[in-house]
């Protein structure tokens, strides 16, 4: 499925100075490069502005000491040239000899340009033209303030490559960064602005592509497409057909995930599914969903688990499962059993992954997927939250270099790590940050992996899984509850 869906390129700081400077290393223009990006932008904004009927004819730029700052320069002429009343607010020019090519031919158009950032509040429009790509330190307290102010004045917001103060490689802020309406980012998508916190602060994405690609530049990651399409069911299918997903979990005061998780899994559209948990949960889940088979956890011992297996296409373990000493001797009696049924298509999530952490030595096989959200994943990495969020894609493959397997590293731009390609989750909203979303995914993974296994990628599932939340979402994102979803599942493996 994976070779019929295009996803787009993503990539690091470091990549895409290279190519620039590969780009200019064959005497092509930076100036030109700087004038042919601002002309797209203004390009682009007035066309925005026209489609969306704004009343925007005032627009201040904000413009910094470097190269970001002369696209802001150009764009601001450009502007002045489509009519707009524009005014530059700046701070002292750099030394770039491009740069100094924008101020002039800002200057050139008669274009007022204030030295101070004491911006009134009477314009329809600002442009952040601060910092490049390049910011990596913390903004002192005159640049907080700076932004700050951008920030709380009104007007649409558009920043010019990445929203000044967010970090182009990580998406965290530092500490304070602008909050764009429209970000109009040069040459190709950072990872910055797709990952992390950068949802906050980017708005509508706009990729200005202004020179080809060449053979040494490669991406670090891949942002997946929504458009995923499920292949037609047969017309001679039946329940066996479609997999059998087994869910294993549901401690004595924990059932609720393991409901989740099987129902997510059938609306997924698994043949059959069965849970396994505590059997103090069994009429719950029979009233709910009857056609839900059912298993007492406390009745299966080694041998049994083992022929109940051979029955099974995937499992998803650890929803509920609890973390007292019943759980523990749970965990390890199923743990050791699954980490060897290389044949099983097996999602490790929750308190899986608690207890994963305490495991020495483990070395998963590739059919084995993990979920964890960022405290699960310090837990395992033995670091902390603010370290993992601080660099979600080295805390990603940090995982897999650790324990091997499969990845979901679960947030706001979602990261996926597949048979070592790095996917970035291009669905989903803050209404999903809600008590059993996880187990949800859990279920929707093992259901898919048991339909269709290799032809489906991770991230198309994770990607699906957001576009469930995305179509809830529609009518208000506040309240949304995971057991909202079944039906949002329902309709997008149908689409």
Known sequence: MRSTVYHSPVYNRERIQAWEKRWFEQHNSSLGLMQQVAWSIAERLDQYI????????????????????????????????????????????????????????????????????????????????????????????????????????????????????????????????????????ALAIKMGL?????????????????????????????????????????????????????????????????IMAAEAAFHAGAGKVTVMCDASHHSAILSRSPNIMLQDIDQFDQAKIEELLTQIDAVCFGMGLGRDNKSVQIFQRWFEILKNQTQLEIVLDADALWFLAEEKNTDLHENIYLTPHSAEAARLLDTTVQQVEQDRVAAIDQLQKKYQGNWVLKGSGSLILENDELFVCSTGNAGMGTGGMGDVLAGMIASLKAQFHTEIALSDIVTLHGKAGDLLARKGQRGIQAQHMADAIYQVVNI
């Open 50 to 185: 026209l489609k969306n009927s704004l009343s925007i004819r005032k627009i201040a730029v904000w413009c910094g000491s470097g190269n970001n700052a002369g696209d802001g320069y150009y764009t601001a002429a450009y502007l002045t040239q489509k009519g707009y009343e524009v005014q530059i607010f700046a701070a002292p020019m750099g030394d770039s000899l491009d740069l100094k090519q924008a101020v002039l031919y800002a200057q050139t158009n008669k274009i007022n340009i204030e030295s101070n950032f004491s911006v009134p509040d009477h314009f329809d429009g600002h442009i952040d033209a601060l910092f490049g790509i390049g910011l990596n330190r913390e903004l002192d307290q005159k640049w907080q303030g700076i932004i700050q102010h951008f920030n709380q004045l009104s007007g649409l917001k558009i920043a010019i490559d990445v929203p000044s103060g967010l970090n182009a490689n990580t998406g965290q802020v530092l500490p304070i960064a602008i909050k764009a309406d429209i970000t109009f980012t």
């Open 194 to 258: 797709v990952t992390g916190q950068a949802k906050e602060y980017v708005g509508q994405l706009e990729v200005i592509s202004s020179i080809p690609h060449d053979n040494e530049l490669k991406p670090i990651a891949y942002l997946t497409s929504p458009d995923i399409y499920l292949p037609k069911r047969q017309a001679f299918g039946h329940k066996g057909s479609y997999g059998h997903v087994l869910v294993v979990g549901g401690h004595a005061n924990m059932g609720g995930a393991v």
